[in-house]
């Protein structure tokens, strides 16, 4: 496959050119027609687009050209998408790889994220908006980063300088930590950073015998909306509901976008009937909203829920654990007809099987 961007790389003024425009994208997949795609819609958005149809390709074409983000499958015959990541972040541990991926489940984002993964995005890549919105932060941090190096280099170089160049630093820092941990389209937490709040938050609670409980939701019919009014619509319908559950939370709840039309909300230091009062509040907040399109069409969208968690006198949780049984409950709220949430019994007080339900 032929790249669709090159660069001499005896020139260093032509590279550095090159990283004066918008962004270079490497795209790395073996289904051709993934690559197309991708990369028309990133060279429509004034993005300068290079691709590989595998991993020692995309080795080569990384090696002389710049590129500040690289979008690759993580299944692909030959070197897979985790070797290619291993090798590139040994060439550049802060270059910003996102992974595209057919498989959604805990265990293969966790190994994503943990192999260094900036970010990931499930096939198909069919929500174009959200594939451009993703780049775009992905290609916002590369920039800072490189600004970040820049500073580090200049207090290194003057002294005299040290209060501004300190100063300038730590904002920099602070953004690229805001956008590393925040979803691009709902301005949510996004899952890396839900991962990292569910560990911390059950490694406290277990520790010192705390309550904890876990509410996971999903838009019902959310494809539906997508295939009748566009991908605009259903944007806008993620949006408004992440601001309702966001407004129905605490300020010391982490609201997360846990990936596609789904959400995670932890709730520290909450007895599971009390986060049951928490799902209702939202479920019905959500129910009574009525979103309007620029045609005028009218969208009422509804949400199903799973609760689960744990009393202080609960025995110690892991994260996989409490996922899973949440899971079996937002289950049971769809097969009961959506628009309703369940609850888990508390850990240690009856077994994942004896779900509580709880219709609206």
């Known amino acids: 496959m032929q790249s669709i961007a090159t660069v001499n790389n005896t020139s260093s003024n032509k590279q550095m050119a090159l990283l004066s425009e918008k962004g270079h994208i490497l795209v790395v997949d073996d289904e051709e027609s993934i690559v197309t795609v991708v990369s028309d819609v990133l060279q429509q958005n004034g993005y300068n687009v290079l691709t590989a149809n595998g991993g020692e390709d995309a080795l080569e074409v990384y090696s002389v050209n710049p590129v500040d983000v690289v979008l690759t ?77 820049k500073l580090i280099k200049e207090l290194a170089a003057s002294h005299t300088k040290l209060s501004e160049a300190n100063r300038a630093l730590v904002e920099v820092n602070h953004r690229l930590k805001k ?4 979803d691009a389209l709902t301005l949510l937490f996004n899952r890396r ?57 605490r300020t010391s709840d982490i609201v997360a976008r846990y990936g596609g039309e789904e959400f995670g909300v932890v709730l520290p230091q ?37 609760v689960a968690g744990a009393t202080s006198q609960c025995i110690p949780i892991e994260p996989k654990a409490l996922i899973s049984v949440v899971d079996k409950a937002l289950y049971e709220a769809k097969s009961q007809g959506r628009n309703c949430f369940v609850v888990a019994p508390p850990f240690g007080e009856a077994t994942e099987a004896e779900i509580d339900s709880k219709a609206a």
């Open 73 to 149: 499958d993580v299944r692909m015959g030959g070197m897979d998408g985790f070797e290619l990541m291993r090798h590139l972040k040994l060439l550049d541990k802060d270059l910003n790889i996102i992974v595209m991926t057919g498989y959604d489940s805990y265990e293969a984002v966790l190994q994503a994220l943990q192999s260094g993964a900036y970010d990931y995005m499930q096939k198909p890549l069919d929500n174009h908006e959200e594939l451009v919105a993703t780049v775009d932060r992905a290609c916002s941090s590369a920039r800072l980063m490189r600004e970040n190096a």
């Open 270 to 306: 909450t007895e599971p009937a009390n986060a049951a009062i928490f799902a209702e509040r939202t479920r019905a907040a959500v129910e009574n909203e009525t979103i309007v399109l620029k045609d005028g069409t009218e969208i009422n969208p509804t949400i199903s829920l799973g």
């Open 193 to 249: 950073y839900f991962d990292q709040a569910l560990n911390r938050e059950l490694s406290r609670r277990n520790r010192y015998s705390l309550s904890l409980s876990l509410v996971m939701l999903d838009i019902d019919n959310f494809k539906e909306i997508n295939d009748t009014h566009g991908h605009e619509a259903g944007d806008l319908t993620l949006k408004k509901v992440a601001e309702i559950i966001n407004d129905s939370a």
């Open 179 to 182: 956008m590393a941990s925040t």
